[in-house]
């Protein structure tokens, strides 16, 4: 098996977690699927910021684990949840860091959605 690298935040590639200032509520279709107060907010080098959600304030029920897995050398092995409701399935919608890498290690028991699959709002910033 090849070493996967490990990559620590740098000046030049930064990466933060941080408390988000506001209310989360993350809906697909018609269906509200996390409703938080208790949001981070990964801001990684340039790109949009991603709003991690505990997965206690997640409405589990529509929710399957995928065979899906990636990896991001700056966070770690990435697993993902499939979404079934009332307006069908969305495959591999929602990802996850079981295990992250220390420098993002507040994500753990987290997860994020797609935000060109699921509509996102924070309110209250």
Request: aromatic share 10%; charged share 15%.
């Amino acid at each position: 098996m090849t070493e996967r690298p490990v990559h620590e935040p740098t000046a030049q590639h930064p990466i933060t977690v941080t408390p988000t200032v506001g209310h989360v509520v993350v809906r697909v279709g018609g269906t509200v699927v996390a409703d938080t107060q208790s949001a981070l907010t990964l801001q990684e080098s340039t790109y949009p910021a991603v709003q991690y959600i505990p997965l206690a304030d997640v409405d589990q029920t529509h929710l399957t684990r995928s065979d899906t897995t990636t990896y991001c050398p700056y966070k770690g092995e990435a697993g993902y949840l499939t979404f079934t409701g009332p307006d069908g399935v969305q495959p591999d919608l929602i990802w996850f860091y079981e295990h992250p890498y220390p420098a993002v290690a507040p994500i753990a028991g987290h997860v994020a959605f797609y935000p060109d699959r699921a509509h996102i709002t924070v309110t209250g910033e």
